[in-house]
């Protein structure tokens, strides 16, 4: 059985602000979840992170332990954490290039108040792109 679980955080320091803050996480993302078969994207935004992560419900435990623990980030809030039929993602980690519009497509929701309705629709929007 696949899921997909999405949560939003906050970003701590630099982390998601500068290009190697984002490389050393795009780095170590890509090569977990390619072993752990987990697909993945990833939105930095603004001082936050909206992160869709789908996978075998132990790999995304274990992969949430780690994030629990990361200082990079904080305030973690799961949005979305649901059974599957098929993965929206295709690559381990996939960072959103134009953050910005997609949450515009969905009528620029705030990341504190985001609902798992409203991230869903982002994972379709950029499924659809
Ligand atoms: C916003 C954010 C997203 C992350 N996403 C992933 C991820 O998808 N996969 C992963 O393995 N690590 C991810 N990490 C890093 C983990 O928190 C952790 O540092 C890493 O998995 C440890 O890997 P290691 O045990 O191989 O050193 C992320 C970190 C942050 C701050």
């Known amino acids: 059985m696949l899921y997909r679980l999405i949560y939003v955080s906050e970003a701590v320091g630099s982390t998601g602000a500068s290009t190697l803050s984002i490389a050393q996480i795009l780095?170590?993302?890509?090569?977990?979840?390619?072993?752990?078969?987990?697909?993945?994207?990833?939105?930095?935004?603004?001082?936050?992170?909206?992160?869709?992560?789908?996978?075998?419900?132990?790999?995304?435990?274990?992969?949430?332990?780690?994030?629990?623990?990361?200082?990079?980030?904080?305030?973690?809030?799961?949005?979305?954490?649901?059974?599957?039929?098929?993965?929206?993602?295709?690559?381990?980690?996939s960072l959103s290039r134009n953050p910005s519009a997609l949450l515009k497509a969905i009528g620029s929701p705030r990341m504190e108040t985001m609902t798992g309705r409203e991230a869903e629709r982002i994972v379709d929007i950029k499924q659809a792109a």
């Open 27 to 93: 780095g170590i993302a890509g090569r977990n979840n390619r072993r752990d078969h987990i697909t993945s994207g990833i939105l930095f935004h603004d001082g936050w992170c909206l992160h869709a992560i789908e996978g075998a419900r132990v790999d995304i435990d274990r992969l949430m332990r780690r994030l629990h623990e990361d200082r990079r980030h904080r305030n973690i809030r799961v949005l979305v954490d649901r059974p599957i039929a098929e993965r929206r993602f295709c690559e381990p980690m």
